[in-house]
């Protein structure tokens, strides 16, 4: 299995469908999936979408910088990503 392959085109698509159209992302997550985001847990596909869409900014752009990848057990992949966040609001631009 060409892991490292399937992490790269699984965060590309991931982050090209979160800065387009978060609700877009539903399909990746599953009723047992949990998103942690600032001390605060969501469970669940409605839950992580609620709380993707419902994020305090609208304008935002992924900038990739590194896609590490690993194979685990029963044929799953971990991946870490790092990288930039644009987050454009107002005219503004904030690199978080």
Not at 9 to 16: A, E, I, L
Not at 42 to 63: A, D, M, R, W, Y
Request: charged share 15%; proline share 4%; glycine share 8%.
């Amino acid at each position: 299995m060409d892991f490292q392959g399937i992490a790269t085109q699984f965060v590309d698509h991931y982050y090209k469908t979160f800065d387009a159209d978060r609700s877009g992302l539903a399909s990746l997550y599953r009723e047992n999936s949990m998103l942690t985001f600032q001390d605060s847990q969501h469970l669940g596909v409605s839950g992580i979408v609620e709380k993707l869409v419902n994020l305090p900014f609208q304008k935002v752009t992924h900038q990739p910088t590194t896609t590490d990848a690993q194979p685990t057990p029963n044929g799953g992949i971990m991946i870490l990503v790092c990288g930039q966040l644009l987050v454009r609001e107002h005219n503004n631009n904030l690199l978080v």
